[in-house]
């Protein structure tokens, strides 16, 4: 993860995702399924991109149409929605020492001039909370059925492969270290369905 005071050489939408995937890496160790880590990322780069948008109005935005502020800093904003959706994913690192996403939104702002009150605060803090609201119960963590997958077993279920022509199975080499995620539950592909674009049009310019 970049310095904080890197935002005069470091892209802040790279340096978000640097913080982002440290978060989640702290987030597996705790025991966050592994599988779940490319939604998280899609989680915060579209609050990201809702943001800058509403001051660079290129591109269509993902969600939210943030009318552009008068005034105020990107950067800002891109922060502010970073940290918001990450503390909405990763609640119990919020305030951990040192490493918690608050401290390091705050390090951010200072190290880099920005005052709390940016206009752009709010209009990160706006894209934040539409995305996380749109994804509230969206099928990532459905309770987990104990039983392995099969006949008469729904598919939120322990999936194991199997022998038949077709089927996944493990092999010699699938030997899964402690603590790592097994094999992705079949209904975790319900929460992939309301991601992909509508149409072409999304990634044009604005005319």
Known sequence: MPDAGAFRTVDPVVYWNGVAEA???RAVTAGRPGQVGPLDFVLVHVAVH???QAFEKRFKPYHSDIPRPSSGSP???????????LVNIYPAQKTTPVIGLDAIYESYLASNELDA???GVFVGQQA??????LRTLD?????????PCGPGVGDNCIFTGGTAPGEWRPT???NLPPGASPPTPPAR??????????????SRPSR
Do not use: Q
């Open 23 to 25: 978060a989640f890496a």
């Open 50 to 52: 809702d943001a800058v």
């Open 75 to 85: 950067a800002a904003a891109v922060a502010k929605a970073a940290h918001d959706v």
């Open 117 to 119: 009150d940016d206009p």
């Open 128 to 133: 934040a909370a539409a995305i996380i609201n």
């Open 139 to 147: 099928g990532r963590f459905p309770p987990l059925d104990p039983r």
């Open 172 to 174: 010699e080499s699938f």
């Open 189 to 202: 592909r319900r929460a992939t369905r309301r991601w992909p674009l509508c149409g072409s049009a999304k």
